[in-house]
């Protein structure tokens, strides 16, 4: 079975400094796909970065990287340079069959100014 | 575009009432799904089809129907409400292909007394 994991139920980061949000997953298909998304207090899910699993480079999105080390099994988001609207619910999900996602629990990342 | 739609936005339902979450997306999308996020937990997927005419269940069916007569439309049929119902509720569309990430509607906030 897949599964995803987020270890860390709340983070706190400095304004402008990076961050790191880990993310864990577990699936035995060769051919997967990693998504990273954010839910701020509104509560829309917002897309931010994609990872093939053959993607031979990191994704990268403005200011969102994904450090992808596939023999951990893991995929991290940093966000670079933090801003206060970065505050908000951070998901990581996994692609299943029939391509829909298996979403971790989630990181709240809390921006101090 | 207006993406994806949901309607109605919040609701209150008594045990043992049936309604339906109405979802709508106008971006000629094939994969349409459902999602329900329970307070400080990531989504788990309820139901979701590839196309119209075709649906399959997810992690969490039990409780739910749908339907996907056009391409356009992806109806959540609740057929006897329970107070473990209680969620917030996500429509998600995608183009097909494994790559592309899905496109959330806002929610539908559901309450079951």
């Known amino acids: 079975a897949q599964k995803i994991t987020q270890t860390q139920p709340g983070m706190f980061v400095q304004e402008k400094e990076a961050v790191t949000l880990d993310c864990t997953y577990d699936?035995?298909?060769?051919?997967?796909?990693l998504f990273w998304y954010k839910q701020p207090s509104s509560g829309e899910m917002i897309f931010l970065i994609y990872q093939g699993s053959y993607d031979q480079q990191n994704a990268t999105e403005g200011r969102y990287s994904l450090n992808f080390q596939k023999a951990r099994k893991s995929a991290n988001l940093v966000i670079s340079a933090s801003q206060l609207g970065d505050s908000a619910m951070y998901f990581c999900a996994m692609r299943k069959a029939g391509n829909m996602l298996t979403f971790g629990g989630g990181t709240r990342l809390m921006v101090k100014p | 575009n207006a993406g994806v739609t949901q309607t109605p936005k919040f609701q209150v339902l008594k045990t043992g009432q049936s309604m339906t979450l109405q979802c709508a997306q106008d971006?000629?999308?094939?994969?349409m799904s459902w999602y329900r996020q329970d307070p400080g937990m990531g989504l788990r997927l309820i139901h979701y089809s590839v196309g119209a005419g075709i649906t399959d269940q997810g992690e969490v069916p039990n409780g739910y129907n749908v339907s996907r007569s056009t391409t356009e439309d992806f109806p959540l049929r609740l057929l006897s409400a329970a107070p473990s119902q209680t969620s917030v509720y996500f429509c998600?569309?995608?183009?097909?292909?494994?790559?592309?990430?899905?496109?959330f509607g806002p929610g539908t906030r559901l309450t079951v007394t």
């Open positions: 971006m000629n999308h094939e994969y």
């Open positions: 699936t035995s298909d060769p051919s997967y796909g």
């Open positions: 998600a569309s995608k183009i097909g292909g494994a790559s592309y990430e899905q496109y």
